[in-house]
């Protein structure tokens, strides 16, 4: 019996959000990352595209969004910049206000409003309807970004989409508003819940990026009453970034310049999860013994973090032990993972950690907590301690800045671990697709 003749794919990667907002976070570098790989012809074929009211549909980007999507300009977002050039009880009252339900959907009205204007000249971009039933076409929606925030809700939209002969997949990165909606706002839990809702209903394929992930996903879909199995793939994340070779921008090694010899890095968005709390406590526990030892924060301002941004600003050590950049790029980001002593990642909880990889990748030591899939994440190329254990972390810290021997097993460790790349997880992807939708 001969086998049946594979249908032709055609992916459209939904990137509104990821194109909407002037800088990066995981997820958004996650689909930037692949969608510098995934094909844009042959089958499958992986395109692009954003959510226009004109068309009522996708379209095509435009050739400044495309440009966006591939180098975003790594800007601070407008209400951002504008509590920030304010004095600090000022500041804080700001962001109160801008947090609300009622300014959310003001600033989302507008955002509707302004977009709609625009889509009107774009028309010409909508993205042809086929006929996705026919023998030989199969036409997928595959959410590979944060697209809980996206315009239109999956409940709706994949159903809609299926009644036409669409079908899905996502990207599923972890389910923490499900498992700790204390750690998120309420606002992103509704959406996210919305969003895996639709998709635990739909969708066909859910790439996981562990296997942590992909266990908590189906104890998710089993208490929200999913009954279907669900095709799940582990897919692996990569460590390499695309400008991991490039130089510098002089800017950025100016702008670095104050920082000391040595120094204790951790990436991440400000929120509770993240446990940035933990790297602060211990700076101030070494500070008698290591004076000379700073702490480097990388991440945007994020949701239920006054305290800790008050800790920050606060700080005696600001400015001379104590650094916060909100806005690094690739290349400056590059250029602290490499100069930094260590790199620290007390995370009560993450999906896998790619900043655990990216640091090693670079060959800087790397101390992670045991939270969620870390330890994936780093294998035996780090060391590890309980997120909530504040003397374990100082005296691995430590054993780093007091023991040369014991800082250069680990930096040797770090040479050799070998991560998997940007290209495996593409190729990972296309594999996945072509076997669910594909056949």
Not at 37 to 47: A, K, Q, Y
Not at 77 to 85: E, F, G, I, S, Y
Not at 185 to 214: A, K, N, P, Y
Request: aromatic content about 6%; proline content about 6%; charged content about 25%.
């Amino acid at each position: 019996m001969l086998d049946a003749p594979t249908r032709g794919v055609d992916v459209l990667v939904e990137v509104t959000d990821t194109v909407s907002v002037p800088y990066t976070t995981g997820l958004q570098r996650v689909t930037r990352e692949l969608l510098t790989r995934l094909p844009r012809s042959g089958s499958p074929s992986f395109r692009p595209v954003r959510w226009s009211p004109a068309c009522v549909g996708y379209r095509d980007l435009t050739a400044d969004e495309a440009r966006v999507l591939a180098d975003p300009p790594e800007r601070l977002p407008r209400t951002t910049r504008l509590a920030a050039a304010l004095p600090a009880p000022a500041a804080t009252a700001v962001r109160r206000v801008l947090a609300t339900r009622a300014a959310r959907r003001a600033r989302s009205t507008m955002r509707q409003w302004s977009t709609a204007r625009s889509e009107r000249d774009r028309t010409h971009l909508c993205v042809e309807s086929v006929d996705a039933r026919a023998d030989d076409q199969s036409r997928v929606l595959l959410d590979l970004e944060a697209a809980w925030n996206d315009p239109q809700p999956r409940t709706t939209l994949l159903a809609e989409q299926a009644a036409q002969g669409v079908r899905s997949g996502a990207l599923i990165a972890d389910v923490l508003p499900f498992l700790h909606p204390e750690w998120f706002d309420d606002q992103l839990v509704r959406d996210f819940t919305t969003f895996l809702d639709g998709h635990l209903r739909h969708s066909d394929l859910f790439l996981c990026i562990s296997e942590r992930t992909r266990v908590d996903l189906l104890h998710v879909a089993e208490q929200r009453g999913v009954t279907r199995a669900l095709h799940t793939e582990v897919i692996p994340l990569g460590a390499d970034l695309t400008d991991a070779d490039a130089v510098a921008d002089p800017r950025t090694i100016e702008r670095f310049a104050s920082l000391p010899e040595r120094y204790l890095l951790l990436v991440g968005t400000l929120e509770p999860r993240k446990n940035q709390q933990l790297a602060l406590d211990v700076l101030d526990g070494i500070r008698d013994t290591h004076p000379d030892v700073a702490l480097v924060l990388v991440g945007k301002r994020g949701w239920k973090v006054d305290d800790l941004i008050r800790r920050i600003e606060h700080h005696p050590g600001r400015g001379r032990r104590l650094f916060w950049f909100e806005e690094v790029d690739d290349r400056a980001l590059q250029s602290l993972y490499r100069g930094a002593t260590i790199c620290l990642t007390p995370a009560v909880y993450e999906g896998l950690g790619v900043t655990v990889m990216e640091a090693l990748h670079l060959g800087t030591p790397v101390i992670a907590s045991t939270g969620g899939a870390l330890p994936e994440a780093g294998g035996s190329a780090a060391e590890y301690a309980d997120p909530d254990d504040t003397t374990g972390w100082i005296q691995l810290v430590c054993a780093h800045l007091d023991d040369p021997a014991h800082h250069a097993q680990a930096r040797r460790r770090a040479a050799a671990w070998r991560p998997p790349t940007w290209d495996d997880a593409a190729d990972a992807v296309v594999t996945a697709v072509r076997e669910v939708f594909g056949a």
